[in-house]
Nanobody, 126 residues
Framework: QVQLVESVGGLVQAGGSLRLSCEAS????????MGWFRQAPGKEREFVAG????????AYADSVKGRFTISRDNAKNTVYLQMNSLKPEDTADYYC???????????????????WGQGTRVTVSS
């Protein structure tokens, strides 16, 4: 059972930046596709960004493309989400997730992911 622990989010002004991290409890993380999702109040959880376990392929939701960057450091069992030019509509609980069954690509749907972090709140003020 992989445990994922996210860093604390926070309150940021619009236009600001924030980096989230997510550390996995096992080295097997290194062979998992990873992703970040978010859930705003009253809305469904949505895909934000994903990264393959090999090859460094990444994918982003249209709403964050060009502003957010996902990366991973396999030596530290950690995946990151760098968020720049934040907007009030980015306010949500952010979750990292691991997709051990995704082979060489990226998981885009919630069902692709078997392990989830506890979530961390990001609030962007206008």
């Amino acid at each position: 059972q992989v445990q994922l622990v996210e860093s604390v989010g926070g309150l940021v002004q619009a236009g600001g930046s924030l980096r989230l991290s997510c550390e996995a409890s096992e080295r097997s993380f290194n062979s998992y596709a990873m992703g970040w999702f978010r859930q705003a109040p009253g809305k469904e959880r949505e895909f934000v960004a994903g990264i393959s376990w090999i090859g460094g392929r990444t994918a982003y939701a249209d709403s964050v493309k060009g502003r957010f960057t996902i990366s991973r450091d396999n030596a530290k069992n950690t995946v990151y989400l760098q968020m720049n030019s934040l907007k009030p509509e980015d306010t949500a609980d952010y979750y990292c997730a691991a997709a051990p069954k995704v082979a060489l690509g990226i998981g885009y749907g919630r069902n692709d992911y078997d392990y989830w972090g506890q979530g961390t709140r990001v609030t962007v003020s206008s």
